[in-house]
């Protein structure tokens, strides 16, 4: 989606300018969730299924109304650190996430490169962000959720860092590339770790709040930018504080423990 609406964004604004340009977008952007909404299945049951290991969970709680072993119900998990540090870890990954995708063509035609190379970069940054996720899915299970999610961030930490260093087409697309990747890797160590930790019984709920939550004080970031640009005259500033945000968010997983759980526990 990334890949391709980037740069038909940057073609609508051409030829209609913006105002008329985020009209066109609305409108397609609507058609298409009016047709994925009329066609999505919400539960397997409409499709004549049973959610896989249904029938075995149900006869592993035939028994027990309570929760099964290391699963939190959602005011439990709440109330732990480990819940509130997992947040600060996603909230300061979020804050320059935030910032470049509103920010990221600005600041390279700041650098001198064209505005259609530079819609270009930030399609490439979503295209990249798929084998991120990809790959890091796959090397969860070498190296384990807390190690995978701090490498992703200080990937992204060092590639923010190199955009300062951006000065031709080839260089923004090696740089935002690299970003992309990392970016993209962030997310299955959020969900494998919200997971690990407190398990499904609230899942959907926690992530919800993990990544609601960081959105939406992650919104403030492109505006913070705007001002500090306005101040300026630069992006320079905010750019290595988002690298700086990224290093932090890897660097704070040092001090995530799993809350109190049964005995033998595995560690992530």
């Known amino acids: 989606g990334a890949f391709l609406n980037a740069p038909f964004i940057n073609l609508l604004i051409s030829l209609y300018e913006w105002r ?21 299945a919400h539960t397997p049951e409409e499709r004549g299924l049973k959610p896989y290991g249904s029938e075995e969970a149900a006869a592993s709680r035939a ?31 979020q804050m320059p996430i935030m910032f470049l995708s509103v920010h990221l063509v600005a600041y390279a035609t700041d650098q001198g490169v064209s505005r259609a190379a530079a819609a270009g970069a930030l399609g490439l940054l979503g295209l990249l962000s798929i084998p991120g996720r990809l790959i890091m899915g796959v090397g969860v299970d070498r190296i384990g959720w807390k190690r995978s999610l701090a490498l992703a961030n200080y990937g992204a930490a060092a590639a923010v860092l190199a955009m300062l260093t951006i000065r031709s087409p080839l260089t923004l697309y090696l740089i935002v590339g690299t970003y992309g990747f990392f970016h993209g890797a ?40 705007g001002v500090v640009f306005d101040r300026l005259g630069s992006y320079q500033a905010v750019v290595a504080l988002g690298a700086l945000s990224f290093a ?12 109190h759980r049964q005995p033998g526990t595995p560690t992530p």
Do not use: C, K, Y
Request: glycine residues 14%.
């Open 63 to 93: 028994d027990s109304a309570a929760a099964p072993s290391g699963e939190f119900a959602l005011r439990q998990a709440l109330s732990t650190g480990t819940f509130r540090w997992l947040l600060l870890v996603v909230l300061l990954g």
């Open 20 to 40: 008329l340009a985020f009209v066109i977008l609305g409108a397609v952007s609507g058609l298409g969730l009016l047709v994925a909404a009329l066609t999505m």
């Open 186 to 225: 962030r997310m299955p160590p959020i969900a494998g770790l919200t997971s690990f930790f407190f398990g499904t019984r609230s899942l959907g709920a926690l992530l919800g709040l993990i990544l609601g939550t960081g959105n939406f004080v992650g919104a403030f970031a492109p505006l913070l930018a």
């Open 248 to 259: 932090v968010a890897g660097f704070s997983l040092r001090f995530i423990r799993p809350p």
